[in-house]
Protein backbone atom coordinates (compact mmCIF):
# COMPACT_ATOMS: atom_id res chain seq x y z
CA UNK A 1 0.00 0.00 0.00
CA UNK A 2 1.60 3.06 -0.50
CA UNK A 3 1.96 5.42 2.06
CA UNK A 4 1.75 2.62 4.49
CA UNK A 5 5.01 1.34 6.02
CA UNK A 6 6.43 0.65 9.66
CA UNK A 7 8.89 3.24 9.98
CA UNK A 8 10.16 1.48 12.92
CA UNK A 9 10.96 -1.56 11.20
CA UNK A 10 14.18 -2.05 12.91
CA UNK A 11 15.04 -5.69 12.18
CA UNK A 12 18.16 -6.67 10.16
CA UNK A 13 16.19 -8.73 7.81
CA UNK A 14 18.65 -10.95 5.84
CA UNK A 15 21.12 -7.88 4.50
CA UNK A 16 23.78 -8.68 6.93
CA UNK A 17 24.94 -11.83 4.43
CA UNK A 18 24.34 -9.53 1.15
CA UNK A 19 26.37 -6.68 2.47
CA UNK A 20 29.12 -8.18 4.68
CA UNK A 21 27.98 -9.24 7.73
CA UNK A 22 26.16 -5.78 8.51
CA UNK A 23 24.73 -6.75 12.03
CA UNK A 24 22.81 -3.93 13.86
CA UNK A 25 20.75 -4.67 16.86
CA UNK A 26 17.70 -3.23 17.52
CA UNK A 27 18.98 -1.53 20.34
CA UNK A 28 22.03 0.15 18.01
CA UNK A 29 19.47 1.30 15.44
CA UNK A 30 17.47 2.78 18.51
CA UNK A 31 20.86 5.07 20.07
CA UNK A 32 21.45 5.91 15.92
CA UNK A 33 17.73 7.28 16.37
CA UNK A 34 18.46 9.07 19.39
CA UNK A 35 22.05 10.33 18.03
CA UNK A 36 20.59 11.77 14.74
CA UNK A 37 17.67 13.38 16.60
CA UNK A 38 17.92 16.93 17.94
CA UNK A 39 14.43 17.69 18.20
CA UNK A 40 10.79 16.56 18.70
CA UNK A 41 8.74 14.56 16.17
CA UNK A 42 5.59 16.55 15.71
CA UNK A 43 3.02 13.92 15.52
CA UNK A 44 -0.73 14.80 14.39
CA UNK A 45 -2.47 11.71 15.79
CA UNK A 46 -4.23 11.79 18.91
CA UNK A 47 -3.12 8.99 21.19
CA UNK A 48 -5.73 6.61 22.65
CA UNK A 49 -6.12 5.62 25.98
CA UNK A 50 -7.25 2.31 27.78
CA UNK A 51 -7.69 2.20 31.25
CA UNK A 52 -9.51 -0.15 33.60
CA UNK A 53 -11.11 2.46 36.17
CA UNK A 54 -13.16 4.71 34.28
CA UNK A 55 -13.92 6.81 37.54
CA UNK A 56 -10.73 7.81 37.52
CA UNK A 57 -10.90 10.91 35.41
CA UNK A 58 -8.12 11.66 32.71
CA UNK A 59 -6.81 14.76 31.74
CA UNK A 60 -4.40 16.33 29.87
CA UNK A 61 -2.00 19.27 30.36
CA UNK A 62 -1.13 21.98 27.50
CA UNK A 63 1.88 23.00 29.53
CA UNK A 64 4.45 22.39 31.82
CA UNK A 65 3.31 24.92 34.73
CA UNK A 66 0.03 23.24 34.72
CA UNK A 67 2.09 20.18 36.16
CA UNK A 68 2.32 21.68 39.37
CA UNK A 69 6.17 20.68 39.30
CA UNK A 70 8.67 22.26 41.12
CA UNK A 71 10.20 25.31 39.71
CA UNK A 72 13.88 23.99 39.86
CA UNK A 73 12.48 21.29 37.08
CA UNK A 74 10.43 23.74 34.97
CA UNK A 75 13.35 25.66 34.43
CA UNK A 76 15.48 22.34 33.51
CA UNK A 77 12.98 22.13 31.09
CA UNK A 78 12.66 25.08 29.42
CA UNK A 79 16.54 25.32 29.13
CA UNK A 80 16.50 22.01 27.56
CA UNK A 81 14.45 24.38 24.83
CA UNK A 82 10.78 22.53 25.74
CA UNK A 83 8.15 25.22 25.52
CA UNK A 84 5.44 22.74 25.96
CA UNK A 85 4.14 18.97 26.68
CA UNK A 86 4.40 16.82 23.35
CA UNK A 87 1.54 15.00 22.71
CA UNK A 88 2.04 11.74 24.71
CA UNK A 89 3.61 13.77 27.45
CA UNK A 90 0.02 15.94 27.83
CA UNK A 91 -1.57 12.57 28.53
CA UNK A 92 1.04 10.63 29.95
CA UNK A 93 2.47 13.38 32.80
CA UNK A 94 -0.78 13.85 34.57
CA UNK A 95 -1.32 10.16 35.28
CA UNK A 96 2.56 9.74 36.50
CA UNK A 97 2.43 12.61 38.19
CA UNK A 98 -0.69 12.03 40.26
CA UNK A 99 -0.99 10.70 43.99
CA UNK A 100 -2.89 7.87 42.75
CA UNK A 101 0.64 6.77 41.38
CA UNK A 102 -0.64 5.25 38.38
CA UNK A 103 1.03 2.56 36.69
CA UNK A 104 1.20 3.21 32.66
CA UNK A 105 2.04 1.55 29.61
CA UNK A 106 2.44 3.46 26.71
CA UNK A 107 4.01 3.24 22.84
CA UNK A 108 4.46 6.03 20.96
CA UNK A 109 6.73 6.19 18.06
CA UNK A 110 10.33 6.93 18.46
CA UNK A 111 11.20 11.02 19.58
CA UNK A 112 7.74 11.97 20.48
CA UNK A 113 9.12 12.92 24.26
CA UNK A 114 8.85 9.22 26.16
CA UNK A 115 12.30 9.89 27.63
CA UNK A 116 11.46 13.19 28.88
CA UNK A 117 8.10 12.31 30.36
CA UNK A 118 9.74 9.26 32.66
CA UNK A 119 12.60 11.42 33.39
CA UNK A 120 10.38 14.05 34.64
CA UNK A 121 8.20 11.64 36.41
CA UNK A 122 11.49 9.91 38.07
CA UNK A 123 12.54 13.52 39.38
CA UNK A 124 9.34 14.67 40.51
CA UNK A 125 8.82 11.11 43.14
CA UNK A 126 12.27 11.56 44.69
CA UNK A 127 12.69 12.24 48.39
CA UNK A 128 15.79 14.18 48.39
CA UNK A 129 15.63 13.64 52.57
CA UNK A 130 16.41 9.79 51.86
CA UNK A 131 20.03 8.99 50.72
CA UNK A 132 18.74 5.86 49.18
CA UNK A 133 17.75 4.78 45.64
CA UNK A 134 14.15 5.31 45.23
CA UNK A 135 13.71 4.88 41.24
CA UNK A 136 15.16 2.24 38.81
CA UNK A 137 15.27 2.79 34.97
CA UNK A 138 16.01 0.06 33.33
CA UNK A 139 17.87 0.13 29.55
CA UNK A 140 18.47 -2.65 27.20
CA UNK A 141 21.84 -1.90 26.92
CA UNK A 142 25.41 -0.21 27.82
CA UNK A 143 24.74 3.03 25.36
CA UNK A 144 20.89 3.47 25.91
CA UNK A 145 21.53 3.83 29.97
CA UNK A 146 23.95 6.58 29.49
CA UNK A 147 22.26 8.44 26.65
CA UNK A 148 18.89 8.29 29.36
CA UNK A 149 21.05 9.12 32.18
CA UNK A 150 22.37 12.14 30.29
CA UNK A 151 18.97 13.80 29.99
CA UNK A 152 18.10 12.86 33.36
CA UNK A 153 21.19 15.04 34.06
CA UNK A 154 20.30 18.13 32.10
CA UNK A 155 16.86 18.15 33.73
CA UNK A 156 17.83 17.72 37.04
CA UNK A 157 20.46 20.64 36.46
CA UNK A 158 18.85 22.89 38.80
CA UNK A 159 18.04 20.34 41.14
CA UNK A 160 21.71 19.10 42.31
CA UNK A 161 20.44 17.42 44.99
CA UNK A 162 18.94 14.55 43.18
CA UNK A 163 21.99 12.33 42.65
CA UNK A 164 22.12 9.52 39.74
CA UNK A 165 24.39 6.38 39.29
CA UNK A 166 24.82 4.59 36.20
CA UNK A 167 24.28 0.66 36.77
CA UNK A 168 26.18 -0.58 33.75
CA UNK A 169 29.03 -2.65 32.63
CA UNK A 170 32.42 -1.59 34.16
CA UNK A 171 30.90 0.05 37.36
CA UNK A 172 32.40 -1.77 40.25
CA UNK A 173 31.50 -1.31 43.89
CA UNK A 174 33.41 -2.85 46.94
CA UNK A 175 31.50 -5.47 48.72
CA UNK A 176 29.18 -4.06 51.70
CA UNK A 177 28.95 -0.50 50.08
CA UNK A 178 25.73 0.73 50.17
CA UNK A 179 24.23 2.77 47.16
CA UNK A 180 22.94 6.30 48.47
CA UNK A 181 22.38 7.50 45.12
CA UNK A 182 18.57 8.46 43.96
CA UNK A 183 17.84 7.40 40.93
CA UNK A 184 20.07 4.24 39.73
CA UNK A 185 19.74 3.79 35.36
CA UNK A 186 21.18 0.42 34.35
CA UNK A 187 20.46 -2.78 32.46
CA UNK A 188 18.92 -5.48 33.87
CA UNK A 189 21.44 -8.03 34.55
CA UNK A 190 23.74 -5.78 36.17
CA UNK A 191 20.71 -4.42 37.95
CA UNK A 192 19.64 -7.60 39.66
CA UNK A 193 23.54 -8.09 40.71
CA UNK A 194 23.45 -4.82 42.51
CA UNK A 195 19.83 -5.67 44.06
CA UNK A 196 19.63 -9.17 45.16
CA UNK A 197 23.57 -10.41 44.95
CA UNK A 198 25.45 -8.31 46.61
CA UNK A 199 22.60 -5.99 48.55
CA UNK A 200 23.96 -2.90 47.34
CA UNK A 201 21.02 -1.08 47.73
CA UNK A 202 17.13 -2.36 49.85
CA UNK A 203 15.03 -2.76 46.12
CA UNK A 204 11.91 -2.80 48.57
CA UNK A 205 12.39 0.72 49.59
CA UNK A 206 12.49 1.53 44.88
CA UNK A 207 9.23 3.46 44.61
CA UNK A 208 9.32 4.32 40.67
CA UNK A 209 10.21 1.37 38.42
CA UNK A 210 10.91 2.59 34.51
CA UNK A 211 11.34 -0.13 31.98
CA UNK A 212 12.20 1.57 28.47
CA UNK A 213 12.81 0.08 25.45
CA UNK A 214 10.42 -2.71 25.47
CA UNK A 215 10.46 -3.78 22.14
CA UNK A 216 14.21 -4.15 22.44
CA UNK A 217 14.12 -5.91 25.50
CA UNK A 218 11.77 -8.44 24.36
CA UNK A 219 14.49 -8.59 21.44
CA UNK A 220 17.97 -9.32 22.97
CA UNK A 221 18.22 -12.27 24.73
CA UNK A 222 18.11 -12.59 28.26
CA UNK A 223 16.73 -9.23 29.06
CA UNK A 224 12.59 -9.68 29.05
CA UNK A 225 13.37 -12.95 31.97
CA UNK A 226 15.52 -10.38 34.17
CA UNK A 227 13.58 -7.73 33.92
CA UNK A 228 10.28 -9.99 34.86
CA UNK A 229 12.30 -11.35 37.60
CA UNK A 230 13.23 -8.10 39.01
CA UNK A 231 9.95 -6.67 38.85
CA UNK A 232 8.98 -10.00 40.99
CA UNK A 233 10.98 -8.37 44.19
CA UNK A 234 9.56 -4.86 43.78
CA UNK A 235 7.13 -3.64 46.75
CA UNK A 236 3.59 -3.58 45.83
CA UNK A 237 3.48 0.81 46.09
CA UNK A 238 6.47 1.21 43.62
CA UNK A 239 4.62 2.81 40.49
CA UNK A 240 5.64 0.93 37.31
CA UNK A 241 5.98 2.35 33.62
CA UNK A 242 6.83 0.89 30.33
CA UNK A 243 7.75 2.36 27.36
CA UNK A 244 7.57 0.67 23.84
CA UNK A 245 7.96 2.83 20.29
CA UNK A 246 6.60 -0.22 18.36
CA UNK A 247 3.52 -2.23 19.23
CA UNK A 248 2.95 -6.01 18.64
CA UNK A 249 1.05 -8.67 20.83
CA UNK A 250 4.04 -9.72 21.98
CA UNK A 251 5.25 -6.51 23.39
CA UNK A 252 1.91 -6.16 25.13
CA UNK A 253 2.09 -9.43 26.71
CA UNK A 254 5.51 -8.75 28.21
CA UNK A 255 4.42 -5.19 29.14
CA UNK A 256 1.09 -6.87 31.33
CA UNK A 257 3.58 -9.17 32.52
CA UNK A 258 5.82 -6.57 34.23
CA UNK A 259 3.21 -3.85 35.10
CA UNK A 260 0.34 -4.17 37.39
CA UNK A 261 -3.16 -2.20 36.73
CA UNK A 262 -2.26 0.08 33.96
CA UNK A 263 -3.26 2.35 31.96
CA UNK A 264 -2.53 1.98 28.36
CA UNK A 265 -1.54 4.61 25.88
CA UNK A 266 -1.28 3.53 22.76
CA UNK A 267 -0.62 5.23 19.55
CA UNK A 268 -1.39 2.57 17.17
CA UNK A 269 -1.60 4.49 14.04
CA UNK A 270 2.09 5.07 13.41
CA UNK A 271 2.37 8.26 11.14
CA UNK A 272 2.09 8.25 7.19
CA UNK A 273 5.14 9.13 5.47
CA UNK A 274 4.32 10.92 2.42
CA UNK A 275 5.84 11.65 -1.03
CA UNK A 276 3.72 14.94 -1.20
CA UNK A 277 6.22 17.84 -0.32
CA UNK A 278 9.51 15.65 -1.93
CA UNK A 279 10.45 16.83 -5.38
CA UNK A 280 12.29 13.63 -7.06
CA UNK A 281 14.54 13.20 -9.72
CA UNK A 282 16.56 11.18 -11.55
CA UNK A 283 20.49 11.54 -13.34
CA UNK A 284 21.50 9.07 -15.68
CA UNK A 285 25.05 8.04 -15.88
CA UNK A 286 27.26 5.69 -18.19
CA UNK A 287 29.59 4.46 -15.77
CA UNK A 288 30.91 4.65 -12.56
CA UNK A 289 33.03 7.48 -13.55
CA UNK A 290 30.23 9.86 -14.66
CA UNK A 291 28.16 8.90 -11.71
CA UNK A 292 31.02 10.09 -9.51
CA UNK A 293 31.19 13.22 -10.97
CA UNK A 294 27.78 14.37 -11.21
CA UNK A 295 27.32 13.24 -7.31
CA UNK A 296 30.74 16.30 -7.31
CA UNK A 297 29.00 18.44 -9.31
CA UNK A 298 25.38 18.13 -7.11
CA UNK A 299 28.10 19.24 -4.42
CA UNK A 300 28.71 22.22 -5.85
CA UNK A 301 25.07 23.29 -6.68
CA UNK A 302 23.37 21.89 -3.97
CA UNK A 303 24.02 23.87 -1.35
CA UNK A 304 21.32 23.77 0.93
CA UNK A 305 20.43 21.88 4.00
CA UNK A 306 22.11 17.92 4.65
CA UNK A 307 22.19 15.30 2.46
CA UNK A 308 22.01 11.57 3.17
CA UNK A 309 23.81 9.47 0.52
CA UNK A 310 22.94 5.50 0.11
CA UNK A 311 24.92 2.94 -0.85
CA UNK A 312 23.91 -0.83 -1.60
CA UNK A 313 27.23 -2.32 -0.02
CA UNK A 314 29.87 -0.99 2.96
CA UNK A 315 32.59 -1.05 0.87
CA UNK A 316 30.98 0.85 -1.99
CA UNK A 317 30.00 3.17 1.12
CA UNK A 318 33.74 3.25 2.49
CA UNK A 319 35.28 3.43 -1.25
CA UNK A 320 32.91 6.62 -1.91
CA UNK A 321 33.75 8.17 1.29
CA UNK A 322 37.43 7.83 0.25
CA UNK A 323 37.04 9.03 -3.00
CA UNK A 324 35.30 12.20 -1.37
CA UNK A 325 37.69 13.13 1.05
CA UNK A 326 40.62 12.91 -1.26
CA UNK A 327 38.93 15.32 -3.47
CA UNK A 328 38.39 17.84 -0.22
CA UNK A 329 34.89 17.06 0.90
CA UNK A 330 34.05 16.34 4.40
CA UNK A 331 31.69 14.12 4.59
CA UNK A 332 30.67 11.24 7.80
CA UNK A 333 30.39 7.48 6.61
CA UNK A 334 27.65 5.05 8.55
CA UNK A 335 28.32 1.54 8.32
CA UNK A 336 28.61 -1.86 10.15
CA UNK A 337 32.83 -1.52 9.71
CA UNK A 338 32.07 1.03 12.23
CA UNK A 339 32.21 0.76 16.09
CA UNK A 340 28.80 2.05 17.27
CA UNK A 341 31.01 4.81 19.17
CA UNK A 342 32.07 5.53 15.66
CA UNK A 343 28.67 5.77 13.70
CA UNK A 344 26.78 8.01 16.87
CA UNK A 345 29.93 10.19 16.89
CA UNK A 346 29.45 10.23 13.17
CA UNK A 347 25.62 10.97 13.07
CA UNK A 348 26.18 13.75 16.19
CA UNK A 349 28.57 15.52 13.84
CA UNK A 350 25.59 15.68 11.54
CA UNK A 351 23.36 16.60 13.54
CA UNK A 352 24.98 19.72 15.08
CA UNK A 353 25.82 20.44 11.40
CA UNK A 354 29.92 19.91 11.24
CA UNK A 355 29.22 17.73 8.87
CA UNK A 356 26.95 18.46 5.47
CA UNK A 357 26.68 15.15 4.05
CA UNK A 358 26.77 11.26 5.34
CA UNK A 359 27.17 8.47 3.31
CA UNK A 360 25.09 5.22 4.60
CA UNK A 361 24.62 1.41 3.59
CA UNK A 362 21.29 0.08 2.87
CA UNK A 363 21.27 -1.34 5.83
CA UNK A 364 21.91 1.29 8.47
CA UNK A 365 19.09 3.34 5.89
CA UNK A 366 17.34 1.09 7.23
CA UNK A 367 16.50 1.90 11.17
CA UNK A 368 17.28 5.39 10.93
CA UNK A 369 14.75 8.04 9.95
CA UNK A 370 16.06 11.45 8.58
CA UNK A 371 13.88 13.43 9.19
CA UNK A 372 15.94 16.37 9.29
CA UNK A 373 18.12 15.76 6.10
CA UNK A 374 16.25 18.03 3.16
CA UNK A 375 18.02 16.23 0.15
CA UNK A 376 18.81 12.47 0.37
CA UNK A 377 20.54 10.81 -2.82
CA UNK A 378 20.19 7.19 -3.43
CA UNK A 379 23.64 6.95 -5.04
CA UNK A 380 22.26 3.15 -5.55
CA UNK A 381 18.70 2.30 -5.22
CA UNK A 382 17.35 0.22 -2.27
CA UNK A 383 16.75 -3.44 -3.90
CA UNK A 384 15.78 -6.26 -1.83
CA UNK A 385 18.59 -8.43 -1.04
CA UNK A 386 16.82 -11.79 -2.38
CA UNK A 387 15.08 -10.93 -5.36
CA UNK A 388 16.79 -7.83 -6.29
CA UNK A 389 13.90 -5.95 -7.06
CA UNK A 390 13.02 -2.21 -5.71
CA UNK A 391 12.22 -2.09 -2.25
CA UNK A 392 9.27 0.56 -2.27
CA UNK A 393 9.02 0.35 1.52
CA UNK A 394 12.86 1.43 1.91
CA UNK A 395 12.67 3.81 -0.72
CA UNK A 396 9.81 5.81 1.00
CA UNK A 397 11.52 5.10 4.34
CA UNK A 398 14.52 7.11 2.74
CA UNK A 399 12.58 10.05 1.61
CA UNK A 400 9.14 10.07 2.82
CA UNK A 401 8.59 13.09 5.06
CA UNK A 402 6.03 12.63 8.22
CA UNK A 403 2.52 14.78 8.57
CA UNK A 404 1.03 17.44 6.31
CA UNK A 405 3.73 19.90 7.65
CA UNK A 406 6.81 18.11 7.36
CA UNK A 407 9.49 20.09 5.39
CA UNK A 408 10.18 20.22 1.38
CA UNK A 409 12.55 17.26 0.57
CA UNK A 410 14.42 16.55 -2.33
CA UNK A 411 15.31 13.13 -3.47
CA UNK A 412 17.82 12.31 -6.19
CA UNK A 413 18.25 8.54 -7.59
CA UNK A 414 21.34 7.35 -10.24
CA UNK A 415 20.38 5.27 -12.72
CA UNK A 416 23.02 3.29 -14.52
CA UNK A 417 21.45 1.46 -16.83
CA UNK A 418 18.27 -0.72 -18.28
CA UNK A 419 17.70 -1.78 -14.58
CA UNK A 420 17.63 0.78 -12.40
CA UNK A 421 15.26 3.03 -15.26
CA UNK A 422 12.61 0.09 -14.79
CA UNK A 423 12.96 0.51 -11.25
CA UNK A 424 12.38 4.02 -11.17
CA UNK A 425 9.56 3.37 -13.60
CA UNK A 426 8.51 0.90 -10.84
CA UNK A 427 8.81 3.86 -8.16
CA UNK A 428 6.68 6.22 -10.42
CA UNK A 429 3.60 4.00 -10.58
CA UNK A 430 3.50 2.50 -7.70
CA UNK A 431 3.90 5.76 -5.64
CA UNK A 432 1.75 7.76 -8.44
CA UNK A 433 4.15 10.78 -8.13
CA UNK A 434 6.85 11.82 -10.99
CA UNK A 435 10.43 11.55 -11.07
CA UNK A 436 11.80 13.85 -13.35
CA UNK A 437 15.18 13.75 -15.40
CA UNK A 438 17.67 15.81 -13.92
CA UNK A 439 20.62 16.60 -17.05
CA UNK A 440 23.54 15.20 -15.20
CA UNK A 441 25.55 18.47 -16.50
CA UNK A 442 23.05 20.64 -15.65
CA UNK A 443 21.66 20.24 -11.77
CA UNK A 444 20.92 24.27 -12.01
CA UNK A 445 16.86 23.04 -12.47
CA UNK A 446 16.61 21.57 -9.66
CA UNK A 447 13.56 23.11 -8.26
P1 LIG B 1 11.44 9.26 22.82
O1 LIG B 1 11.88 8.79 24.17
O2 LIG B 1 9.97 9.06 22.55
O3 LIG B 1 12.30 8.74 21.70
P2 LIG B 1 12.56 11.81 23.65
O4 LIG B 1 12.00 12.03 25.01
O5 LIG B 1 13.97 11.31 23.56
O6 LIG B 1 11.60 10.85 22.78
O7 LIG B 1 12.38 13.16 22.82
C1 LIG B 1 12.83 13.29 21.49
C2 LIG B 1 13.49 14.63 21.29
O8 LIG B 1 12.55 15.67 21.52
C3 LIG B 1 14.63 14.90 22.25
O9 LIG B 1 15.62 15.62 21.55
C4 LIG B 1 14.01 15.72 23.35
O10 LIG B 1 14.96 16.56 23.93
C5 LIG B 1 12.94 16.49 22.60
N1 LIG B 1 11.73 16.76 23.41
C6 LIG B 1 11.11 15.94 24.27
N2 LIG B 1 10.02 16.52 24.81
C7 LIG B 1 9.93 17.75 24.25
C8 LIG B 1 9.02 18.86 24.39
N3 LIG B 1 7.96 18.82 25.21
N4 LIG B 1 9.26 19.98 23.66
C9 LIG B 1 10.33 20.03 22.82
N5 LIG B 1 11.22 19.05 22.65
C10 LIG B 1 11.03 17.91 23.35
Not at 49 to 67: H, R
Not at 161 to 171: A, F, L, Q, S
Request: contains cysteine.
Amino acid sequence: IPGKMDNLNIENDGNASQNGDENVTPAEFSLMRKALRSKLIHTTNQVDVFQNDPNNPLYSVKSFEALNIPEELIRGIYDMGFSKPSRIQETALPLLLDKHRTNLIAQSQSGTGKTAAFILASLYRVDVSQQEPQIIILSPTYELALQTGEVAKQMAKYKPEITIRYVIRGETLPRNTKIAEHILIGTPGKMIDWALKYNFFNIKKISVFVLDEADVMIDTQGLRAQSIRLKQYLPKSCQMMLFSATYSDEIMDFARQIIPDPVVILKLRLEEQSLDNINQYYIVVRNEEEKYEALTNLFGTVAIGQAFIFCETKISASRLVQQLRKDGHSVGLISGDLTVEQRNEALRRFRDGQERVIVATNVMARGIDVEQVTIVINYDLPTNPETRNIDFDTYLHRIGRTGRFGKEGLAINFVDGDRTMQMIRQLEEHFKRPIKKLDATDVDEIE
